[in-house]
């Protein structure tokens, strides 16, 4: 067990649209500006956020999710990062943005939620209120949350969508009456905008001159937020204790499989938890990218194969006409190289896509169906998978085991798969899903592996052995 100091926040809020995501980005771009080493965080299953931070901000990110992961796990994980991932000098605050609304979880609980996270990390919340369009109520819906707050760990509160003739009367108010720190607002910015569309934010790239809506807004942050309040609270955190992770995902020293694996990534498929990444890596893996939208071919000698999620939907017409690209995944899957697609990935896979104008699109055929747009979120949440007893092989998954994972798509497949179930929380629902064998897993579900590390250590135990009968 050790035992360090690792100054952290965590960025919740009342629910979801109240600016967090812009005032997380904010924080985290002020504080580098202002010197400091940040390490970035995302609370939840999202991919998007955690690419806005690295990709814009230039800072190491990583999701923190108290579904996928238990809780000794979360704090080795968030440790890890925090320390540079062995450099205890590389971080010198930890920004971790929430998810939803602060108590949010799964049902009407906070498992999961953001508070179960701070609980668990035993960080400092920073409220983000959106103010627009009220008054006193402002101050009945933070007294709201400071009451469900048991831990008292509500340092602070920034009010959002804020003038700063108001936020001189509103703060004596909040401070007085609530007794909770008014670190600061930040104002209405109209020119300072991150769409979103039906899987959520848009991607860093899409957006044109983010990098200088990002600067305009941490500047912004800067003027009206009390930042050395909010690296004090970080500081106040107490001392983390925490497994080393390698121990505790039974990562050997020396890993038994050095295989080669091609990853596609690009525009249309860059949906990826990085800790799966890391995962295989250091479990043997060299990870090669690639684009099936660019590219002509796999790349050379490799024995396995990831197609992760994205919008191979935007780019079905361009993924369509790549039929080089589209000859060789699936020579290589009827040759039998290991292989994990992923929702986009999974799509990829089929016949066709059917986008929203109706229009149809070929694709790699290596499953027998087409995927439709159906204007709704089709299956949306966390799930628990496991092999259905009837299944001859559960493929890289054993028997006796189950995967954590999570589905959010607007598409459906003709041929979902039959493999495996998939059960929500506390079994209230479930599903059949996924095409699987012993050398492919295929399905919408976006997989964490590290919730089963013997997923990965079979899959590359796959690859290693067509890795030899190439040889």
């Known amino acids: 067990m050790k035992l360090q100091n690792k100054p952290r926040v965590v960025l919740g809020a009342p629910r979801s649209g109240s600016g967090k995501t812009l005032v997380s980005i904010a924080l985290m771009q002020a504080l580098t500006a202002a010197g400091k080493k940040v390490s ?24 923190l999710d108290l579904f996928f992961a238990d809780e000794e796990l979360v704090k080795s994980l968030f440790a890890d990062s925090a ?26 609980t906070d498992e999961a939620s953001a508070y179960h996270l701070a609980s668990v990390l035993a960080a400092p919340i920073v409220l983000v209120v ?9 101050l009945a819906e933070i007294a709201g949350f400071l009451a469900l707050d048991k831990m008292h760990l509500i340092k602070g509160v920034i ?18 009456e609530l ?32 990098k200088q809506m990002v600067s305009k807004a941490a ?7 009390d930042l050395k309040r909010i690296e004090t609270i970080a500081e106040e955190a107490p001392p983390l204790e925490h497994e080393p992770l390698a121990p505790l995902l039974q990562i050997p020293a020396r890993p038994q499989n050095r295989v080669r694996i091609a990853l596609a990534k690009d525009e249309a498929f860059c949906f990826y938890y990085d800790d799966n990444i890391k995962l295989l890596e250091k479990l043997g893996a060299e990870i090669v990218e690639f684009s099936p939208l660019h590219d002509k071919a796999l790349p050379q000698n490799v024995s396995g194969l990831i197609l992760g999620g994205g919008y191979p939907e935007q780019f079905a017409g361009k993924l369509a006409a790549n039929q080089s690209m589209k000859d060789s995944v699936l020579a290589a899957l009827n040759a039998r190289l290991p292989s994990i697609a992923e929702c986009g990935g999974f799509m990829y896979l089929h016949e066709s896509i059917e986008t929203q104008d109706g229009k149809l699109h070929s694709m790699v055929g290596a499953i027998k169906g087409t995927c439709r747009f159906m204007n709704k979120l089709v299956r949306f949440g966390y799930i628990s998978i496991s092999v259905n007893s009837g299944d001859e092989t559960g493929g890289f ?12 798509h607007y598409f459906d497949s003709t041929d979902n ?25 295929w399905g919408f579900p976006h997989l964490y592996f590290l919730s089963d590390v013997e997923f990965a250590k079979r899959f590359l135990a796959a690859c290693a052995l067509a890795g030899k009968k190439e040889q």
């Open 40 to 63: 970035a965080f995302k609370c939840g299953p999202d991919y998007i956020d955690p690419m806005f931070h690295k990709k814009i901000l230039g800072v190491p990110s990583r999701n």
């Open 83 to 108: 320390a540079g991932s062995g450099n205890t000098d590389n971080t010198e605050i930890s920004v971790i943005e929430g998810v939803m609304g602060l108590y949010d979880g799964i049902g009407t």
């Open 130 to 138: 959106d103010s627009k369009g009220m008054g006193r109520s402002l």
């Open 159 to 176: 009010l959002n969508n804020m003038s700063a003739a108001f936020y001189q009367a509103v703060k004596p108010a909040i401070e007085t």
């Open 179 to 210: 007794a909770v720190p008014v670190l600061g607002y930040f104002p209405f910015q109209k020119d300072i905008k991150i769409e979103s569309r039906y899987l959520g934010l848009k991607l860093p790239d899409e957006i044109d001159g983010i």
């Open 219 to 225: 500047a912004e942050l800067a003027k009206t937020v």
């Open 397 to 408: 998954l054993a028997k006796d085991r189950a995967i954590k994972a999570h589905e959010f």
């Open 417 to 441: 798969g039959a493999s495996c179930t998939a059960t929500k929380p506390g079994g209230a629902k479930s599903w059949n899903c996924v095409h699987c064998g012993e050398n492919h897993w």
